[in-house]
């Protein structure tokens, strides 16, 4: 058996190969990127791109606070959302949600 893919995250990268892919921010180069871009303006590497989409660690997640949150698949309760739902209909709990 030949084991040498390690992991399951095998996210495919696309290699700057000759085209010359630069950073619309730094002017850096790019060597690579997470997907294909369809053409080579408005490029960020990906310090200027967490610059500009900044992930925040701590996720913010709003509590089921008396609303009655539940599950339109599995109709479970839902105890937390990582947003704050104006109804509360055709809400998924996390496991339906990342089905
Ligand atoms: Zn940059
Ligand atoms: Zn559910």
Do not use: A
Not at 57 to 74: A, H, I, Q, S
Not at 83 to 94: A, H, K, M, W
């Amino acid at each position: 058996m030949d084991n040498n893919n390690s992991g399951e995250s095998n996210r495919q990268m696309y290699d700057n190969n000759g085209k010359g892919w630069t950073c619309c921010d730094c002017q850096g180069s790019i060597d690579k990127l997470p997907f294909e871009p369809h053409s080579d303006s408005n490029l960020r590497c990906f310090d200027c791109h967490k610059k500009f989409y900044p992930v925040s660690k701590d996720r913010r997640m709003y509590d089921n606070d008396g609303k009655g949150w539940t599950c339109c698949e599995c109709g479970g309760n839902i105890d937390k959302l990582p947003f704050n739902p104006r109804g509360t209909d055709n809400l998924r709990c996390s496991d339906c949600f990342n089905r």
